[in-house]
């Protein structure tokens, strides 16, 4: 990464990924958002790019490429410029894979690890986030007391992606309130266990195609056997935050391209209004932003490929690149002017997509 330019492998994800979205993202993007709904067939082409199972041992089934937050920095950001909902819904398997490929146990790994390598595209999901005032990451609510053999869960978790229809998910709980990130336990939570209950599909300003879910837990005994042995709480924030930077990035590259096209083409007073000098400003911006916000993120990938602590990194990466994609957004939302409001131009969808990643958290994974 010292001579800022990505090698073969790299390149090949960036193209594979941006070929992905150009031909089955984009197109369907604005129906997925009206009708606030994914296609199956959608999710079984994006099963065809083999994302899950690339990064799964042999042993289990997969093709055992190396992990690289890097990589997945790169793919994230690749798809989210064909649309944010769905490029959460392709990565939706690392949320599961990610976590237990490097903090579960042998046995966790042999059990749950082989269900991403079967021929039909599967779900996974990961609960962190919670509705409440002040969230703070480091410091749910929902709890795991130990029993016996068992954990106890009790609490409510918010904008838990595919909790419907995932066969199971990893669920952030501390073991005592207030007691910071080194108290914060990861359990591999299935679907039938006994005291967790789906709530209804959220309804939200943006990721409309996104299927979003509360959850709840009350009393739901976990088998002590499905607590991440390994969990490194700090790394699990900061390999996801890296992702949703990835995408903020990929988000605001998709509204500065759609601009600059749009500047060309529209005409007024007889010149293009590319030639305006405000317009032109608001485009030069964007690129300087974009590119800034892509760098940071690299460099904090490159941190946590390196085993480094990359939490700080991931931090500023994600709270920069969050900014700077809604402004981006919000400025094509004036290049547009009128027109930036109206749906039939993706601006707007982009705009509102945007203002979420100042808010969400474990919604993606690198």
Request: charged share 20%.
């Amino acid at each position: 990464m010292s001579t800022f330019s990505l090698d073969e492998d790299q390149r090949q994800i960036q193209e594979s990924m941006r070929r992905f979205a150009a031909d089955k993202m984009r197109p369907i993007a604005r129906d997925c958002d009206e009708n606030a709904a994914i296609p199956d067939e959608f999710l079984t082409d994006s099963w065809a790019l083999g994302i899950a199972p690339n990064m799964i041992p042999e042993q289990f089934g997969g093709y055992a490429s190396a992990r690289s937050v890097l990589n997945n920095a790169i793919m994230a950001e690749e798809l989210a410029y064909g649309d944010l909902s769905l490029a959460v819904a392709v990565m939706a398997p690392y949320l599961c894979v990610l976590p237990i490929l490097e903090m579960g146990s042998d046995a966790q790994k042999a059990k749950y690890l082989p269900t991403f390598c079967a021929d039909n595209y599967t779900m996974g999901s990961l609960a962190v986030m919670e509705h409440a005032v002040g969230f703070n990451i480091n410091n749910p609510t929902t709890t795991a007391k130990k029993k016996g053999s068992n954990y106890i869960l009790n609490g409510k978790k918010c904008l838990v992606p595919m909790a419907d229809k995932a066969p199971f998910f990893i669920v952030a709980a501390t073991s005592a309130v207030g007691g910071g990130a080194g108290a914060v336990e990861a359990f591999i939570v299935e679907k039938n266990a006994k005291g967790l209950s789906v709530g209804e599909r959220e309804k939200n300003m943006g990721l409309n195609a996104l299927d979003l879910f509360r959850v709840s837990f009350e009393e739901c005994a976990i088998s002590a056997e499905n607590r991440l042995p390994g969990l490194d709480y700090a790394r699990l924030v900061a390999c996801s935050r890296i992702a949703l930077a990835a995408a903020a990035v990929g988000v605001a590259a998709a509204a500065r391209d759609y601009c600059i096209n749009y500047a060309k083409e529209r005409v007024a007073f007889g010149q293009p209004i590319a030639t305006r000098q405000s317009i032109a400003f608001m485009l030069a911006d964007m690129a300087i932003e974009i590119d800034g916000a892509r760098l940071l993120n690299w460099k904090a990938a490159w941190s946590a490929d390196q085993q480094d602590n990359p939490l700080r990194l991931g931090y500023l990466a994600k709270q920069y690149a969050a900014e700077q994609s809604f402004k981006c957004a919000d400025y094509g939302i004036s290049i547009l002017g009128g027109h930036g409001l109206i749906r039939e131009h993706p601006v707007e969808m982009w705009f509102r997509n945007a203002r979420a990643f100042a808010m969400l958290e474990g919604l993606m994974m690198a």
